[in-house]
């Protein structure tokens, strides 16, 4: 079905923007500085293999699978909120 060529467009632009914002959102939220020795959450000790594997890991991995799952649930929620809800 066509829909014109400024519709078809437009889509491909939102599509982008879509995928660039994405992308930052991740960058944003790459851990910054070292690693820790102990879990932030739980205070558990981090295994070097794991501080190694992840520059400025936070947490140790049960934390961390809390956490995806934590930010895929807020980013299902973010994607159907208004821009300003990123002005944290
Ligand atoms: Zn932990």
Not at 16 to 22: L, M, N, R, S, W
Not at 30 to 48: R, T
């Amino acid at each position: 079905m066509a829909t014109g060529w400024a519709g078809d467009g437009a889509v491909q632009d939102q599509i982008d923007a879509t995928i660039k914002d994405a992308i930052q959102r991740v960058r944003s939220q790459l851990p910054q500085g070292p690693s820790l020795s102990h879990c932030e959450d739980c205070d558990s000790p981090i295994p070097e293999a794991r501080r190694q594997a992840v520059p400025g890991v936070r947490c140790c991995v049960a934390c961390q699978e809390l956490r995806d799952q934590d930010q895929a649930a807020f980013s299902g929620y973010n994607r159907r909120g208004s821009k300003d809800s990123q002005l944290r």
